[in-house]
């Protein structure tokens, strides 16, 4: 669940920022080089033809990093150029009507888990679940007591 909000959150900020998400590129350049980092310094890591259309991952400055189909010296990911390709995007799905259902929808899993854990403990002798509070983005503080026992 906090994997799926997070990746809620970056995509309704990126869209927000950007109003596009970015998904693919066409390489443009006949001899287009993928770097192990966003630089031209670093090292290459293997060239793409002409054509080729890669996924775009993120984007820092002028260079793209993108999924590569198979593994290169053990890197899933690499770097090119904006130079060297035509990004393909497409304007975010991502609505605030849509993004404000989502975050109800979650505000309301994680009441409802907590209000379950504090119905749990209701009528334990040691702890009580003195109160909780959620934040945005979602998280949650639960305050537990643990309650004296007479004779201790």
Do not use: C
């Amino acid at each position: 669940m906090v994997d799926e909000t997070n990746s809620m959150i970056q995509q309704y900020q990126q869209a927000k920022v950007s109003g596009v998400i970015p998904g693919n590129l066409t390489v443009t350049s006949q001899n287009a080089v993928i770097h192990k980092g966003a630089g031209g310094q670093t090292a290459e890591l293997t060239a793409v033809e002409e054509g080729a259309s890669l996924k775009v991952i993120d984007k820092v400055g002028e260079w793209y990093a993108v999924s590569l189909d198979k593994p290169v010296e053990g890197l899933n990911t690499g770097w090119i150029n904006s130079q060297e390709i035509v990004p393909a995007v497409t304007v975010s799905p991502i609505t605030e009507a849509s993004f404000s259902s989502f975050m109800d929808r979650k505000f309301n899993d994680i009441l409802a888990m907590v209000s379950k854990m504090k119905e749990k403990y209701k009528n334990n002798p040691y702890v009580r679940v003195a109160g909780f509070r959620i934040g945005l983005p979602p998280s949650v503080q639960v305050e537990i007591e643990f309650k004296e026992v007479e004779g201790n």
